[in-house]
């Protein structure tokens, strides 16, 4: 059967221009710091967020837990948002690691306040942890990519300097965030110190995230990754990848966007899933299934015959997301497929 996947944005697999792209790469070794299209990238990025550089990083994980060891020291505690990627997806990097201890607040779709971060903030004792880093995430994917707000950013910010306590942003969908609001990222990135952004997920490359910060950050980043063993050789060829991405798949995600919407529309007009459409500011559906009267297995095994794939989200609800390749078309028969089910 030929699968509507809506699983993740990650699913998108490089088009023909995209390959073309890699095909023509030109490459050299870049531990050496000799690969031109790295090198490209890497400029045109730090130049994007108006950062000082760049550093190309296999993974959005990778470029998280480079940032929160380079932040911090061992026994140090790292501010995050208690849904986070960092803290649920990330296998305990953060512990494994970097040794830091995790302070997480309940965010109101993603973001705490600056008085909950001032609450947070250990007061100089030597019995103490030191707060030595606050991280976010932008869209906030346990909101069904959330947008978070920028005056509370900014709040954060404002309170983080007065405290010489530095921000990591977990910006694996801030493109998303960027079209969905109109702020460019380099008004983001101008609140963080460091931030990490992928080229995998909706920009539709095979493989690659970014770290961008100061040169000196950059500096001791590219350390860090030889030492997780992200140093790799002839990456222009994934480097490629995410140019042309930012070339043709940046502006579109408004598309990704509108499908989404219009995908919670239909969804909401069924009284068995809980759809809230004022929830959907990205790519993102959420829908809560206890009024189906089946389990997460269930509905989405029957989705599944219907040739429809989703991912459970917390404990009662599923998750779908809108990508370059799934058509508008085939989120109406997706939508399609669930009237069958539930209506
Ligand atoms: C996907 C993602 C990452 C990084 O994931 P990788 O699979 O390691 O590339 C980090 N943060 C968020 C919010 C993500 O969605």
Redesign the pocket.
């Known amino acids: 059967m030929n699968f509507i996947d809506l699983r993740?944005d990650?699913v998108t697999r490089p088009s023909a221009g995209m390959r073309e792209a890699m095909m023509r790469a030109e490459v050299g070794d870049d531990v050496f710091g000799e690969d031109p299209t790295a090198e490209k990238l890497q400029k045109r990025v730090a130049e994007l967020f108006k950062k000082e550089a760049a550093l190309f990083v296999?993974?959005?994980?990778?470029?998280?837990e480079i940032c929160v060891k380079v932040h911090t020291q061992p026994g140090e505690e790292v501010i995050v948002e208690q849904d986070?990627?960092?803290i649920i997806?990330?296998t305990g990097g953060p512990a494994f690691l970097s040794q830091v201890q995790l302070k997480p607040l309940a965010g109101n779709r993603g973001m705490f306040t600056a008085q909950q971060v001032k609450e947070a903030i250990r007061y100089d004792a030597y019995y103490m942890p030191r707060t030595s880093l606050i991280c976010l995430?932008n869209?906030?994917?346990r909101s069904a990519g959330a947008v978070l707000p920028i005056d509370e950013i900014r709040r954060v910010r404002e309170l983080a300097l007065a405290e010489h306590i530095p921000m990591h942003l977990?910006g694996?969908?801030l493109w998303n965030a960027s079209v969905a609001s109109g702020i460019p990222v380099s008004e983001y990135a101008q609140c963080f110190d460091s931030l990490?952004v992928?080229f995998?997920?909706g920009l539709g490359a095979p493989v690659g995230?970014m770290i961008v910060g100061s040169r000196d950050f950059i500096e001791r980043a590219r350390k860090m990754r030889k030492i997780f063993g992200g140093g790799m050789r002839q990456i222009g060829i994934l480097a490629a990848a995410a140019l042309y991405a930012l070339d043709h798949n940046v502006d579109r995600l408004s598309e990704d966007h509108k499908k989404a919407k219009h995908l919670a529309q239909r969804l909401s007009s069924l009284k068995k899933l809980g759809v809230d459409t004022s929830n959907v500011e990205t790519n993102m559906v959420i829908m809560d299934i206890r009024k189906t009267g089946k389990t997460q297995d269930e509905v989405l095994g029957m989705l599944r015959g219907q040739g429809v794939l989703l991912t459970p989200e917390g404990r009662s609800s599923i998750r779908a997301v809108t990508h370059l390749d799934v058509s508008a078309e085939e989120v109406d028969k997706a939508a399609n497929a669930f009237e069958r089910l539930f209506g």
């Not at 296999?58 to 998280?64: A, E, Q």
């Open positions: 993740s990650t296999p993974s959005g994980t990778m470029g998280n986070s990627h960092v997806y990330e995430e869209t906030h994917g977990d694996a969908r990490s992928c995998s997920k995230s």
